[in-house]
């Protein structure tokens, strides 16, 4: 796997995580938007994913 696509990931994992843990203890806006970064590192590590996938069949 790429290093950039496993950085991505994990970013993702780690702010969805951190957001959940602000959403609960700290500030309420704050935490969802962080919430919201970690999903967006998700969703682009998912697709850098998706695409190593097609051009290696290829």
Do not use: D, H, W, Y
């Not at 950039?4 to 780690?14: H, N, R, S, V, Y």
Request: charged letters at 10%; proline letters at 3%; hydrophobic letters at 55%.
């Amino acid at each position: 796997m790429n290093p950039l696509t496993l950085m991505l990931a994990i970013l993702g994992l780690t702010g969805f995580a951190l957001g959940a843990v602000l959403t609960v203890t700290g500030p309420f806006e704050m935490g969802v938007i962080v919430m919201g970064l970690g999903l967006v590192f998700q969703v682009i590590s998912l697709v850098r994913i998706k695409r190593a996938k097609q051009q290696g069949k290829q």
